[in-house]
């Protein structure tokens, strides 16, 4: 029996790993990021044994090797957990291309590839985690692309979720609003006044500690804290287009 996460080296996937150190009894967690030396550092500060799997999830061939070694070791995937993804702020015009399809590549292809590709080997009573984000229920100006590939990943972990009940594997979508990790290092361009204002900024352990009880719970979509839930339920009852002018005039633009 094992847990797999993806982005595992930083953030919300390093959480996510020391969560299910403290709380599932896991033969092994296997750990994906493209960073081996940080993946190297966690396994000291957890029980479980890991499996360190350095890739490149974006490129195809990290894929297929995935793909080898689970029909090589045949496990048993208890808990998937896709946390690999980065954003990018700014003027669609002025982040590069290749960021833009960067995004698209990591934060919806490679998490489609990882689901699929896991699926046969998970039976009744596993969870697949996909985070996804606060910015996935609106149209999100100099975070687009970002926004736009979070909408993605909404939608399909919704519609996994009905497709996978026959099977009695649960799939959650995890949607933080800001949290204090190392996306804000990378999401940064030299545009630096596209995105200045981030309201209240959370802890990544705080994020995963309310997902784990939701994902007991078996519930579709994890929020946490009050004023997150507050703004998911206003982009719900709110037009976009007014959603945009507050998010615009917050921004200053």
């Not at 291309?97 to 990591?106: P, T, V």
């Not at 946490?224 to 998010?247: E, R």
């Amino acid at each position: 029996m094992i847990g797999i996460v993806t982005g595992a080296s930083s953030g919300m996937g390093r959480e996510f790993v020391l969560k299910l150190d403290k709380n599932e009894k896991l033969d092994e967690i296997w750990v994906l990021a493209r960073r081996a030396d940080r993946l190297e550092e966690l396994k000291k500060e957890v029980s479980t044994p890991l499996r360190v799997i350095s890739c490149d999830l974006t490129k195809q061939e990290s894929i297929d090797s995935y793909v080898a070694l689970l029909e090589k070791e045949k496990p048993q995937i208890k808990i998937l957990v896709n946390c690999s993804g980065f954003g990018k702020f700014g003027h669609t015009d002025v982040v590069p291309l290749e960021e833009s399809l960067g995004m698209i590549d990591l934060n919806c292809k490679a998490l489609v590839s990882v689901t699929q590709v896991s699926l046969p080997f998970m039976a009744k009573n596993s969870h697949i985690v996909q985070l996804c984000s606060l910015s996935s229920f609106q149209p999100v100006p100099y975070l687009n692309v970002y926004a736009a590939t979070k909408a993605f990943v909404l939608s399909y972990s919704r519609g996994l979720n009905a497709e996978l009940k026959s099977r009695g594997i649960h799939v959650m979508a995890v949607c933080p609003g800001w949290v204090k990790t190392e996306f804000f290092a990378r999401a940064e361009t030299e545009q630096t006044d596209a995105v200045t204002y981030f309201n209240k900024i959370y802890s990544a352990k705080a994020v995963i500690d309310t997902a784990y009880k939701d994902m007991l719970k078996k519930k579709q979509v994890s929020v946490h804290g009050l004023q997150i839930k507050g703004q998911v339920l206003l982009v719900k009852l709110l037009p976009h287009s007014l959603v945009m002018k507050i998010w615009l005039k917050q921004q200053k633009h």
